[in-house]
Protein backbone atom coordinates (compact mmCIF):
# COMPACT_ATOMS: atom_id res chain seq x y z
CA UNK A 1 0.00 0.00 0.00
CA UNK A 2 1.44 3.20 -0.81
CA UNK A 3 1.97 5.99 1.96
CA UNK A 4 0.08 8.25 -0.96
CA UNK A 5 -1.67 7.33 -3.87
CA UNK A 6 -3.56 9.72 -6.34
CA UNK A 7 -6.03 8.68 -8.97
CA UNK A 8 -6.82 10.79 -11.94
CA UNK A 9 -6.99 13.75 -9.78
CA UNK A 10 -8.38 16.67 -10.98
CA UNK A 11 -8.21 20.24 -9.25
CA UNK A 12 -9.99 23.13 -10.61
CA UNK A 13 -10.02 26.69 -9.09
CA UNK A 14 -13.26 28.42 -10.48
CA UNK A 15 -12.67 32.05 -11.28
CA UNK A 16 -15.04 34.39 -12.40
CA UNK A 17 -12.79 34.97 -15.99
CA UNK A 18 -13.10 31.31 -16.23
CA UNK A 19 -12.08 27.99 -14.72
CA UNK A 20 -8.37 27.03 -13.87
CA UNK A 21 -7.18 23.95 -14.17
CA UNK A 22 -4.38 23.35 -11.71
CA UNK A 23 -4.47 19.83 -11.92
CA UNK A 24 -5.70 17.46 -14.36
CA UNK A 25 -5.88 13.51 -14.35
CA UNK A 26 -2.85 13.30 -11.86
CA UNK A 27 -1.89 9.67 -11.18
CA UNK A 28 1.01 8.73 -8.66
CA UNK A 29 1.67 6.27 -6.10
CA UNK A 30 4.74 7.28 -3.54
CA UNK A 31 6.02 3.87 -1.85
CA UNK A 32 7.10 3.60 1.65
CA UNK A 33 10.85 4.80 2.44
CA UNK A 34 10.87 6.93 -1.30
CA UNK A 35 12.57 10.17 -1.65
CA UNK A 36 10.74 11.69 -4.30
CA UNK A 37 11.26 15.30 -5.96
CA UNK A 38 8.41 17.22 -7.62
CA UNK A 39 9.48 20.02 -9.71
CA UNK A 40 8.02 22.10 -12.77
CA UNK A 41 7.98 25.59 -13.90
CA UNK A 42 5.93 28.24 -11.95
CA UNK A 43 1.83 27.44 -12.05
CA UNK A 44 2.70 23.92 -12.78
CA UNK A 45 0.55 22.57 -10.22
CA UNK A 46 3.29 21.92 -7.56
CA UNK A 47 1.93 24.06 -4.49
CA UNK A 48 -1.63 22.34 -5.33
CA UNK A 49 -0.14 18.57 -5.65
CA UNK A 50 1.53 19.71 -2.59
CA UNK A 51 -1.91 21.10 -0.24
CA UNK A 52 -3.18 18.05 -1.40
CA UNK A 53 -0.70 15.72 -0.08
CA UNK A 54 -0.55 17.80 2.51
CA UNK A 55 -4.01 17.46 3.00
CA UNK A 56 -4.41 21.49 3.09
CA UNK A 57 -6.90 21.12 0.39
CA UNK A 58 -8.92 18.52 -1.44
CA UNK A 59 -9.32 17.64 -5.05
CA UNK A 60 -12.25 18.82 -7.69
CA UNK A 61 -12.10 15.00 -8.58
CA UNK A 62 -10.04 11.95 -8.31
CA UNK A 63 -9.39 9.20 -5.87
CA UNK A 64 -6.47 10.26 -2.97
CA UNK A 65 -5.03 8.26 -0.25
CA UNK A 66 -3.08 9.15 2.52
CA UNK A 67 -1.09 6.82 5.00
CA UNK A 68 -3.95 4.44 3.75
CA UNK A 69 -6.80 7.00 4.49
CA UNK A 70 -9.30 7.62 1.63
CA UNK A 71 -9.95 11.68 2.11
CA UNK A 72 -13.23 11.78 -0.20
CA UNK A 73 -15.88 12.63 2.37
CA UNK A 74 -13.09 13.76 4.94
CA UNK A 75 -14.64 17.07 6.58
CA UNK A 76 -12.05 19.87 7.59
CA UNK A 77 -11.43 18.05 11.05
CA UNK A 78 -10.48 14.81 9.81
CA UNK A 79 -8.31 16.48 7.57
CA UNK A 80 -6.82 18.43 10.41
CA UNK A 81 -6.11 14.91 12.69
CA UNK A 82 -5.16 13.33 9.58
CA UNK A 83 -2.47 16.05 8.72
CA UNK A 84 -1.39 16.21 12.90
CA UNK A 85 -0.71 12.70 12.83
CA UNK A 86 0.43 11.44 9.67
CA UNK A 87 2.51 14.03 7.92
CA UNK A 88 5.41 16.24 8.85
CA UNK A 89 5.83 19.87 6.80
CA UNK A 90 9.11 21.40 6.31
CA UNK A 91 8.96 24.68 4.82
CA UNK A 92 11.22 26.90 3.16
CA UNK A 93 10.91 29.74 5.84
CA UNK A 94 11.08 27.26 8.66
CA UNK A 95 8.02 28.43 10.58
CA UNK A 96 8.80 28.14 13.88
CA UNK A 97 6.83 30.17 16.80
CA UNK A 98 9.24 32.81 17.63
CA UNK A 99 8.06 32.68 21.36
CA UNK A 100 8.80 29.35 22.32
CA UNK A 101 12.23 28.16 22.80
CA UNK A 102 13.80 25.22 20.62
CA UNK A 103 12.83 22.33 22.51
CA UNK A 104 9.10 24.13 23.38
CA UNK A 105 8.83 24.44 19.58
CA UNK A 106 9.46 20.62 18.94
CA UNK A 107 7.40 19.67 21.47
CA UNK A 108 4.40 21.61 20.82
CA UNK A 109 3.22 18.93 18.10
CA UNK A 110 3.23 16.26 20.80
CA UNK A 111 0.97 19.06 23.36
CA UNK A 112 -1.31 19.25 20.44
CA UNK A 113 -1.46 15.65 20.44
CA UNK A 114 -2.70 15.53 23.82
CA UNK A 115 0.74 13.47 25.33
CA UNK A 116 1.06 14.25 29.07
CA UNK A 117 3.94 12.15 29.34
CA UNK A 118 7.68 12.16 28.16
CA UNK A 119 7.31 15.25 25.74
CA UNK A 120 10.32 17.01 26.86
CA UNK A 121 12.65 14.09 26.88
CA UNK A 122 11.01 13.04 22.63
CA UNK A 123 12.21 16.78 21.76
CA UNK A 124 15.41 16.47 23.42
CA UNK A 125 15.84 12.62 21.60
CA UNK A 126 14.71 14.16 18.17
CA UNK A 127 16.62 18.25 18.41
CA UNK A 128 19.67 15.22 19.25
CA UNK A 129 18.66 13.28 16.18
CA UNK A 130 19.55 15.94 14.02
CA UNK A 131 22.32 17.79 15.07
CA UNK A 132 21.06 20.30 17.47
CA UNK A 133 23.32 20.73 20.75
CA UNK A 134 21.53 20.56 23.90
CA UNK A 135 23.23 24.17 25.24
CA UNK A 136 20.70 25.49 22.17
CA UNK A 137 17.83 23.76 23.46
CA UNK A 138 16.24 27.05 25.53
CA UNK A 139 17.56 29.43 22.93
CA UNK A 140 14.65 31.35 20.88
CA UNK A 141 14.40 30.38 16.99
CA UNK A 142 15.56 33.83 16.50
CA UNK A 143 18.86 33.31 18.21
CA UNK A 144 19.97 30.29 15.87
CA UNK A 145 21.34 30.54 12.18
CA UNK A 146 18.84 29.72 9.23
CA UNK A 147 20.14 26.18 8.94
CA UNK A 148 19.93 25.39 13.27
CA UNK A 149 16.39 26.59 12.45
CA UNK A 150 15.70 24.52 9.69
CA UNK A 151 17.50 21.38 11.72
CA UNK A 152 14.72 22.41 14.47
CA UNK A 153 11.83 22.65 11.92
CA UNK A 154 12.90 18.72 10.82
CA UNK A 155 12.60 17.26 14.31
CA UNK A 156 9.17 19.29 14.89
CA UNK A 157 8.39 17.50 11.58
CA UNK A 158 9.67 13.95 12.61
CA UNK A 159 8.46 13.84 16.70
CA UNK A 160 4.93 12.52 15.72
CA UNK A 161 6.85 9.82 14.17
CA UNK A 162 4.52 11.08 10.59
CA UNK A 163 4.33 8.58 7.38
CA UNK A 164 6.18 11.18 5.53
CA UNK A 165 7.78 14.18 5.21
CA UNK A 166 6.28 17.32 2.87
CA UNK A 167 9.22 19.54 2.40
CA UNK A 168 8.21 23.30 0.26
CA UNK A 169 11.47 24.44 -0.72
CA UNK A 170 13.26 23.77 2.52
CA UNK A 171 16.71 24.62 1.11
CA UNK A 172 15.50 27.58 -0.66
CA UNK A 173 16.14 30.41 2.14
CA UNK A 174 19.94 28.86 3.00
CA UNK A 175 23.02 29.31 1.70
CA UNK A 176 24.50 26.78 -0.44
CA UNK A 177 26.67 24.76 1.79
CA UNK A 178 23.75 25.19 4.76
CA UNK A 179 21.53 23.84 1.80
CA UNK A 180 23.91 20.71 1.18
CA UNK A 181 24.02 20.36 5.16
CA UNK A 182 20.15 19.93 5.67
CA UNK A 183 19.80 17.89 2.21
CA UNK A 184 22.56 15.39 3.97
CA UNK A 185 20.46 15.86 6.83
CA UNK A 186 17.34 14.56 5.00
CA UNK A 187 18.80 12.00 3.52
CA UNK A 188 19.95 10.26 6.90
CA UNK A 189 16.50 10.15 7.43
CA UNK A 190 15.76 8.58 4.41
CA UNK A 191 18.19 6.14 4.43
CA UNK A 192 18.93 5.25 8.23
CA UNK A 193 15.39 5.55 9.36
CA UNK A 194 13.27 4.64 6.72
CA UNK A 195 11.31 7.82 6.40
CA UNK A 196 9.30 8.82 2.77
CA UNK A 197 10.25 12.07 2.24
CA UNK A 198 8.51 14.51 -1.03
CA UNK A 199 10.04 17.80 -1.50
CA UNK A 200 9.21 20.45 -3.94
CA UNK A 201 11.92 22.31 -5.21
CA UNK A 202 13.06 24.50 -7.97
CA UNK A 203 16.72 23.47 -7.62
CA UNK A 204 17.73 20.94 -10.17
CA UNK A 205 20.83 20.12 -7.99
CA UNK A 206 18.27 18.13 -5.67
CA UNK A 207 18.08 15.17 -7.68
CA UNK A 208 21.01 13.36 -6.58
CA UNK A 209 18.94 12.67 -3.50
CA UNK A 210 16.04 11.70 -4.68
CA UNK A 211 15.15 8.10 -6.32
CA UNK A 212 12.40 9.54 -8.08
CA UNK A 213 11.65 12.89 -9.91
CA UNK A 214 7.84 13.69 -10.67
CA UNK A 215 7.98 16.36 -13.18
CA UNK A 216 4.62 18.49 -13.61
CA UNK A 217 4.02 20.70 -16.16
CA UNK A 218 0.74 22.40 -16.89
CA UNK A 219 -0.71 20.40 -14.01
CA UNK A 220 0.06 17.13 -15.79
CA UNK A 221 2.57 14.49 -14.60
CA UNK A 222 5.28 14.85 -17.54
P1 LIG B 1 3.10 26.05 -8.88
O1 LIG B 1 3.19 25.74 -7.42
O2 LIG B 1 3.76 25.02 -9.76
O3 LIG B 1 3.57 27.44 -9.20
P2 LIG B 1 0.23 26.25 -8.45
O4 LIG B 1 -0.29 24.95 -7.96
O5 LIG B 1 0.46 27.34 -7.46
O6 LIG B 1 1.55 25.97 -9.31
O7 LIG B 1 -0.76 26.82 -9.56
C1 LIG B 1 -1.29 26.04 -10.64
C2 LIG B 1 -2.31 26.89 -11.37
O8 LIG B 1 -3.45 27.10 -10.52
C3 LIG B 1 -1.82 28.29 -11.76
O9 LIG B 1 -2.44 28.64 -12.98
C4 LIG B 1 -2.32 29.16 -10.63
O10 LIG B 1 -2.51 30.47 -11.08
C5 LIG B 1 -3.64 28.49 -10.28
N1 LIG B 1 -4.00 28.64 -8.86
C6 LIG B 1 -3.30 28.18 -7.79
N2 LIG B 1 -3.95 28.45 -6.64
C7 LIG B 1 -5.09 29.10 -6.99
C8 LIG B 1 -6.20 29.65 -6.24
N3 LIG B 1 -6.25 29.57 -4.92
N4 LIG B 1 -7.19 30.24 -6.96
C9 LIG B 1 -7.15 30.32 -8.30
N5 LIG B 1 -6.15 29.82 -9.05
C10 LIG B 1 -5.13 29.23 -8.41
P1 LIG C 1 4.78 29.35 -0.62
O1 LIG C 1 4.86 28.04 -1.40
O2 LIG C 1 3.82 30.34 -1.26
O3 LIG C 1 6.09 29.94 -0.25
P2 LIG C 1 4.57 28.10 1.98
O4 LIG C 1 5.73 27.28 1.56
O5 LIG C 1 4.72 28.98 3.17
O6 LIG C 1 4.04 28.99 0.76
O7 LIG C 1 3.32 27.16 2.23
C1 LIG C 1 2.89 26.19 1.31
C2 LIG C 1 1.48 25.81 1.69
O8 LIG C 1 1.41 25.32 3.04
C3 LIG C 1 0.51 26.98 1.62
O9 LIG C 1 -0.71 26.54 1.04
C4 LIG C 1 0.27 27.39 3.05
O10 LIG C 1 -1.07 27.82 3.26
C5 LIG C 1 0.52 26.12 3.81
N1 LIG C 1 1.17 26.41 5.10
C6 LIG C 1 2.12 27.32 5.33
N2 LIG C 1 2.50 27.32 6.61
C7 LIG C 1 1.77 26.35 7.24
C8 LIG C 1 1.71 25.84 8.56
N3 LIG C 1 2.48 26.30 9.55
N4 LIG C 1 0.85 24.83 8.84
C9 LIG C 1 0.06 24.35 7.87
N5 LIG C 1 0.08 24.78 6.59
C10 LIG C 1 0.91 25.78 6.27
Redesign the pocket.
Given at each position: MPVISFENVTKVYPLPAGDVVALAGVDLAIEKGEFVLIMGPSGSGK?TL??IM?S?DVPTSGEVTIAEKRIGGMDDDDLTLLRRDHIG?V???F?LIPLLSIVENVEYPLILKGRQNGTRERAEEVLQAVGIEKTHFTHKPGEISGGQQQRVAIARALVNDPAFLLC??PTGNLDSKTGTAIMTLLDRMNREEGKTVVMVTHDPRMTEYADRTIRLVDGRIA
Open positions: SLNGLFFQQNDE
